[in-house]
């Protein structure tokens, strides 16, 4: 959907870049290797949002434009293809260098919330929306009046055997695997200073991804919509806001499972022997504090 897409597009190229900060960890402050590597972190979330991200998303704008649109739009023009082609792109561009800057400058908890606030703005936007009833607007087949409420046995079944349930099952087929791949693959190249096996240490790192993802962003967006239901706008809002961040808390389980996808290495059995990233003469002291935050 457009309205999901430019928060998942953003998410995406954050992942794109936490997936290389152990290989940050061993560019030991050079700032040449550090370049490379955040300058390979871009051409893979480009190279991903060529061939499969935007190719999907134009092809489910076209075929199914109201469903694509939320039922806000009839048709989706050619000039509103091309606006989404250059916007999700440009939203997963930002996230991979601002999450990059992030783990240079050894803010950790920081680069990782840019991950998982975008998935939370995703799940709110598909179960909520704007008027309540995003839900209802994702599993609708063909446009009018938005039923309210919890979806009914009859909805999920007529969603479920309709031509979108089909289509997204065969993207889906595609897409995750694309992508959980590349990050894995992108995330253990720096873990080869590591005894475990690397494929053991890719499932290990997705299992933690999709643990954070589908768990407390998940979580996080249900509650805010609860909140909003039953409280209205400003008083839910305000508690979700406080359920948040209890939640999202710098010592609190999140932020330490977050560690751990970013640098698992610092939270390994086995001991650490790649090098401490010591800041370079000319970045200051960006680097420095990368694998010593990663470690406490």
Same mark, same amino acid.
């Given at each position: 959907?457009?309205? @999901?897409? +430019?928060? =998942? %597009? ?13 290989? &940050? ?10 370049? %490379?590597?955040?300058?390979? %972190?871009l051409v893979q979330t480009l190279?991903?949002? $060529? ?8 092809w489910l704008a076209t075929r199914?434009?109201?469903? #694509? *649109?939320?039922?806000? &739009? #009839?048709? +989706? ?10 916007? @999700? ?18 803010? /950790? ?25 995003? /839900? ?13 409420? @919890? ?17 997204? !099952? ?28 690397? =494929?053991?240490? $890719? ?21 805010? *919509? ?13 508690? =979700?806001?406080? !359920? ?9 389980? !999140?932020?330490? =499972?977050?560690?751990?996808?970013? &640098?698992?290495?610092?939270? %390994? ?7 401490? &990233? ?7 002291? #960006? !680097? ?6 990663? *470690?406490?």
């Amino acid at each position: 959907m457009l309205q @999901v897409d +430019v928060f =998942w %597009s953003y998410g995406i190229g954050a992942g794109c870049a936490l997936a290389a900060a152990e290989q &940050l960890r061993l560019a030991d402050g050079d700032v040449t290797r550090m370049r %490379s590597i955040r300058d390979r %972190s871009l051409v893979q979330t480009l190279l991903f949002f $060529g061939l499969v991200f935007t190719p999907m998303g134009m092809w489910l704008a076209t075929r199914f434009p109201g469903w #694509e *649109s939320m039922y806000v &739009l #009839e048709t +989706v023009p050619p000039w509103g293809l091309a606006v989404f082609g250059a916007g @999700v792109t440009l939203c997963g561009t930002l996230g991979c260098l601002i999450t990059h800057r992030l783990l240079t400058r050894g803010r /950790i908890r920081g680069a990782a919330l840019h991950l998982l606030l975008p998935y939370v703005a995703c799940f709110f936007t598909l179960i909520h929306g704007w008027d309540g009833t995003g /839900i209802h607007r994702f599993l609708a087949v063909t446009a009018g009046p938005q039923p309210t409420g @919890v979806p009914g046995s009859e909805e999920v079944t007529r969603w479920l055997h309709s031509p979108i349930a089909a289509t997204l !099952v065969f993207m889906a087929l595609v897409f995750l695997p694309v992508l959980l791949g590349l990050n894995a693959w992108h995330h253990t190249r720096g873990l080869r200073d590591q005894p475990a096996p690397t =494929w053991l240490l $890719g499932l290990r790192i997705t299992a933690i991804a999709l643990g954070l993802i589908v768990g407390p962003c998940l979580a996080l967006a249900v509650t805010a *919509s609860l909140s909003l239901h039953v409280f209205g706008s400003p008083v839910g809002g305000v508690l =979700w806001a406080l !359920v948040a961040a209890v939640v999202l808390r710098p010592r609190g389980t !999140v932020a330490r =499972w977050s560690q751990r996808l970013v &640098l698992p290495s610092a939270h %390994s059995r086995a001991p650490l022997t790649g090098p401490a &990233l010591p800041a370079p003469a000319s970045a200051g002291d #960006e !680097v420095a504090r990368l694998h010593r935050i990663g *470690s406490s």
